[in-house]
């Protein structure tokens, strides 16, 4: 049973830094690939950055490309998102989610859809204010 585990989170400025942790237990998460979710009050869920189980290839949203980056390090079953120049509309539950190997699928379309995830962390909260 995998388990997914977010931290990070807080308030931080506009054009402030944070860099959330995903910690995987239960499996050894190297095959899986994972990816980032937020959702604000009142809007839908946004898929923010997903990347492939080796790390070689991610995908980013529009509202978040060159800001925000994801990479994992498998050896410490961790994927991290280091956000940079926050905006105020950037403040959302942020959810890490994972899907398994055996689900055939591009990380553009894990993102975008959502579709095969099977486990979801309980989200970390990021507030932009000043």
């Known amino acids: 049973q995998v388990q997914l585990v977010e931290s990070g989170g807080g308030l931080v400025q506009p054009g402030g830094s944070l860099r959330l942790s995903c910690a995987a237990s239960g499996v050894t998460m190297d095959s899986y690939k994972i990816g980032w979710f937020r959702q604000a009050p009142g809007k839908e869920r946004e898929g923010v950055s997903c990347?492939?189980?080796?790390?070689?290839?991610?995908y980013y949203a529009d509202s978040v490309k060159g800001r925000f980056t994801i990479s994992r390090d498998n050896a410490k079953n961790t994927v991290y998102l280091q956000m940079n120049s926050l905006k105020l509309e950037d403040t959302a539950v942020y959810y890490c989610?994972?899907?398994?190997?055996?689900?055939?699928?591009?990380?553009?379309?894990?993102?975008?859809?959502?579709?095969?995830?099977?486990?979801w962390g309980q989200g970390t909260q990021v507030t932009v204010s000043s």
């Open positions: 989610a994972a899907v398994p190997p055996y689900h055939i699928l591009t990380i553009q379309s894990m993102c975008l859809t959502a579709r095969a995830v099977e486990t």
């Open positions: 990347i492939s189980s080796s790390g070689g290839t991610a």
